[in-house]
């Protein structure tokens, strides 16, 4: 069975199982403020909090009621787990890697190097130790987590010049984000990491040389592909992109049994829905960038190979500063080893039509 028909078939259980549930199950009513990260448009990454409202909303009859703001409309972009955190808002929607400094295991969780594809996150996160794990991360800050949106590969970013070796990336001053964004410094870039929304001003004044975001769709809506026309791939620096629905502890605890299982499923079904939206918009987006003159370049293996090197001393490093940082690690790494043989076996080779 391909990657398609398992996503499709765990779709249509989430659908099936979203048919049982009655708006006579809702018996209380629930009105958030939800603040997001970034714009509510943003193909995969954010339209999965429509899905979500507008779902919740229907099923219980109008007693879920999370309604969403735009970037900085109640709190900027950096601000959300705290906001959360502490009571101001009752939820928020949002990337939760912008919070590494005070938690450095997020970053797994958001999106690592050389890190799992969407199925395999899916099954360690849900099946394995990945939510258990992230739910014990938020609890000293009063946050129920919740994965409510997952991508594949971003790319590897926009670039002045193409990218022939790792020397090239000495010397550029380049917003990245997340453990990327370290292997980047271990090879002399200059790294700044600033909100989506403000990317396209830093480009356009020259105050960064170079960014990475999100996918071709997505940057492609940010207006990246105005300002260069070099894009490298493949998104060695995150394997996938995450968002999650993050709820205050208080809160989430005096919610009814049922609201609870409601805005669970409802976060499975729209992580679900990104995910296709995602890989439905990205061919298209690609065929575009080429009809307008933009230089898709793919990272040589040495390149790769040199990265991931550098990757494994970073992350080996980070692991022995942070005992939850080693110990999601390490559930990651076990996983990733036991899926191996599954992964290349199971599937069929990428290239299998160019073998003789």
Known sequence: MSIKQSLSRLSVGVVVTSLLASPAMATEKIRWQVPLAFPSHLVGLVTPI???SESLKTISGGDINLRYYEPGELVPPFEIMNSVSNGKYPAGYTWIGYDQGSIPALPLYSGAPFNMEPPAYLAWYYQGDGKKLLEEIYAPHKIHPMLCSIIGPEG?????????QTKDFDGLRIRFAGIGGKVLERLGASVTMIPGGEIYQALERKTIDATEFSQPAI???????????????????QTLTTSHLLVNQDVWDKLEPQSRALIEMGCESATLKGFAESEWAQPGALADYQKEGVKAQVLPAPVLHELQRVTNEVLDEMAAKDDMFKRVLTSQRDFMTQYASWNRMGYLPRDFDQQN
């Open 50 to 52: 429509k899905h979500l």
């Open 219 to 237: 940057d492609k809506m940010l207006g990246l592909d105005q300002i260069i026309k070099n894009y490298i791939m493949p998104g060695w620096h």
């Open 156 to 164: 590897a970013g926009w670039f002045a010049k193409p990218i022939e």
